[in-house]
């Protein structure tokens, strides 16, 4: 039967696998942190519309490449990079602006808001 050293030498992983140390990094990080985030974002969609929450969701790689130019020494972005950033915080822009709390639907101030009790009534 192959061990764990020899399973990973053939899959050549760090040094730090080799011993199992790794495999309980991965498994804290999964159960520890990636649990916290779960949680914490299922209670903040809870508290905003679907739309907001999209906007938000929609930033992702916006964040995600701004912390990797902080927190990594070395880490440049090319042009695109800027670019397609750029793109995603003007389109999330414009979807903050249409939904505008709302939840996405149309203010129209001269519509009425009526239940599904009154609508089959009518």
Not at 29 to 46: D, E, H, I, K
């Amino acid at each position: 039967m192959p061990t764990v050293a020899s399973a990973a030498e053939a899959a050549q992983l760090p040094e730090t696998f080799r011993h199992g140390k790794g495999l309980l990094i991965l498994v804290y990080s999964a159960l520890g942190p990636g649990a916290l985030a779960a949680v914490m974002q299922a209670q903040g969609q809870s508290t905003v519309s679907a739309a907001q929450a999209q906007v938000f969701h929609s930033l992702t790689p916006v964040w995600a490449a701004s912390m990797a130019l902080l927190l990594l020494q070395g880490e440049e972005m090319g042009p695109l990079a800027w670019v397609g950033g750029g793109v995603i915080v003007y389109c999330c822009s414009i979807g903050a602006a249409i939904s505008n709390g709302s939840g996405g639907r149309v203010n129209d101030p001269g519509s009425k808001v009526v239940s599904s009790e009154q609508w089959e009534g009518e």
